[in-house]
């Protein structure tokens, strides 16, 4: 089992930005498929971003030019520089990883961009 821990979401003024970062409880070089995705209340949880083991990424257009992932395989991190937030960024992010053939959440963290 792997167990993923988000951190970095808080409340941001339109334009800020934030860097949410992903904790797994193995080290990453053992897990593939990272990524985070986002949900807000009565729709589906969409895909943001992700990153393959060696460093190829993909994003959403709604985010494509603010947002950047990486793998931080030395301090065994995912991390998401989010700029240029906008209020249609708010959402609870998760992140996601693949370990022995099975997908892992985690718990979420809120990101609220609101003046």
């Known amino acids: 089992q792997v167990q993923l821990v988000e951190s970095g979401g808080g409340l941001v003024q339109p334009g800020g930005s934030l860097r949410l970062s992903c904790a797994p409880s193995?080290?990453?070089?053992?897990?593939?498929?990272m990524g985070w995705y986002r949900q807000t209340p009565g729709k589906q949880r969409e895909w943001v971003a992700s990153?393959?083991?060696?460093?190829?990424?993909a994003y959403a257009d709604s985010v494509k030019g603010r947002f950047t992932i990486w793998r931080d395989n030395a301090n065994s991190r995912l991390t998401l520089q989010m700029n240029s937030l906008k209020p249609e960024d708010t959402a609870v992010y998760y992140c996601?990883?693949?370990?022995?053939?099975?997908?892992?959440w985690g718990q979420g963290t809120q990101v609220t961009v609101s003046s």
């Open positions: 193995r080290d990453i070089a053992v897990i593939s498929g």
């Open positions: 990153v393959v083991s060696g460093g190829a990424t």
């Open positions: 996601k990883g693949r370990y022995r053939e099975r997908n892992y």
